[in-house]
């Protein structure tokens, strides 16, 4: 069963082109990631998706991630409400919409 991730940021000002470049070009391609996409949201809003083949796949992944994070924390503002610099969230898939 599918497993999906996604992470929700907020750029600091001026600096949208060094977050986004931390994710090209295979430095987020974390082992077992199927498939990613980061979408803006908004005013230097952006989340990321992440579809894994399976839980244990994206739990592997972790120090990966978090070391992919380290790289570009500095361009991120606080999310506020105790978050931190992201908010994210994960699980397997219940139904697919579209087949």
Known sequence: MA???VVRFRIKPGREEEFLAAHRDG???WPGLVEGHMIRTGERS?????????ADALKSAR???IATLDSFRDT???LGEGRGVTDA???ETVVDLVR
């Not at 952006?46 to 894994?52: N, P």
């Open 46 to 54: 952006y989340c990321l998706i992440g579809r894994w083949s399976n």
């Open 63 to 65: 120090p990966q991630m």
């Open 89 to 91: 969230a994960s699980g």
């Open 27 to 29: 430095k987020a391609g």
């Open 76 to 78: 991120l503002e606080d």
């Open 3 to 5: 497993t999906f991730n």
